[in-house]
C-alpha cells in the first residue's frame, strides 16, 4: 500500500465549479505539499503545510494532522486549471531521512469550458 | 532568478550508450534531489545530496550516478541505458525544511 493515496485519480469538472481532491497519508509527517504538473510540463509547488489551512488566490489547501488527511480545493474552476495535481509528505524524525520527500500518484484534473 | 535549470528537456540514447543530465540551481541551496517519473507512478528519488561533496541513494539508484562538487550542481550520469530508464526526470532543490523548487524536466528515451 503506498504511503501516499489520493482520490479521485481522475476528475472532470464544468468550468465554474468548487473542486476537491484528497489525499490520505500513513505516516507521521513533518509537512505535506500539493505540487502541479500540466501536461508535458515541469512540476510547480502550490503549498507547504504543516498545519491549518492556507490560501493562495482560488486555491485552498487543508491538513489534519490527527486524521493524517489534507485536501486542496479550487474554487471558481478554470479550463487553466487542467493539470495533475500531486500530493506529497515529508516525513517526521530526525536524521537524514526528513527532507526527502514520498509522492502520491497524482489527481488529473480536467476543467471543460 | 532562473531556480533550477535542467539540460537537456529531451534526449533518445540507444541501449548501452551513457550521458549526463545536468542540473544547476541559484538559491544557494544545501539539498537537491534527482527523481523519475514513469506513467501512473509517483515521483522515485533516485540520489539526493544534502551538500556539497556528500550524495547517497534514493529509493531506486541503480543504473545511475551522481555528484556534488559544487553547491550550485548536480548531475546525473546513466551508464550503460537500458529500455527500464525511459522516464521523466525531474531535478529539485530546497532548504532542510523548506519548500521545493523543481527543475522543468528531462524526457529520456532508450530505445
Known amino acids: 500500500k503506498n504511503e501516499v493515496e489520493q482520490s479521485p485519480q481522475n476528475l472532470t469538472a464544468q468550468e465554474g465549479e468548487f473542486i476537491t481532491i484528497n489525499c490520505s497519508y500513513s505516516?507521521?509527517?513533518?509537512?505535506l505539499h500539493w505540487l502541479q504538473q500540466h501536461p508535458g510540463g515541469g512540476i510547480v509547488s502550490l503549498f507547504m503545510?504543516?498545519?491549518g489551512k492556507k490560501k493562495h488566490g482560488r486555491l485552498i489547501a487543508t491538513i489534519n494532522i490527527q486524521e493524517k488527511h489534507s485536501s486542496l480545493h479550487i474554487t471558481a474552476s478554470h479550463p487553466r486549471d487542467s493539470a495533475v495535481y500531486i500530493c506529497?509528505?515529508?516525513?517526521?524524525?530526525?536524521?537524514?531521512?526528513?527532507?526527502?520527500?514520498?509522492f502520491g500518484k497524482g489527481t488529473l484534473l480536467t476543467v471543460n469550458p | 532568478n532562473a531556480g533550477v535549470t535542467q539540460t537537456p528537456k529531451f534526449r533518445i540514447l540507444k541501449i548501452g550508450q551513457s550521458m549526463t543530465l545536468q542540473c544547476t540551481q541559484d538559491?544557494?541551496?544545501?539539498?537537491m534531489y534527482w527523481y523519475r517519473q514513469d506513467p501512473g507512478m509517483g515521483l522515485k528519488l533516485i540520489y539526493y545530496?544534502?551538500?556539497?561533496?556528500?550524495?547517497d541513494k534514493g529509493e531506486v539508484p541503480n543504473g545511475y550516478n551522481v555528484s556534488r562538487s559544487t553547491t550550485e550542481d548536480f548531475p546525473l550520469r546513466l551508464e550503460l541505458a537500458a529500455p527500464s530508464q525511459t522516464s521523466v526526470y525531474f531535478c529539485?532543490?530546497?532548504?532542510?525544511?523548506?519548500?521545493?523548487?523543481f527543475g522543468s524536466g528531462t524526457r529520456l528515451t532508450v530505445v
Open positions: 503545510l504543516s498545519s
Open positions: 505516516v507521521g509527517i513533518s509537512a
Open positions: 545530496s544534502v551538500g556539497a561533496g556528500i550524495t
Open positions: 529539485a532543490s530546497s532548504y532542510p525544511q523548506g519548500g521545493y523548487t
Open positions: 538559491m544557494n541551496h544545501n539539498y
Open positions: 506529497a509528505v515529508r516525513s517526521a524524525g530526525s536524521g537524514g531521512s526528513n527532507y526527502k520527500l514520498t
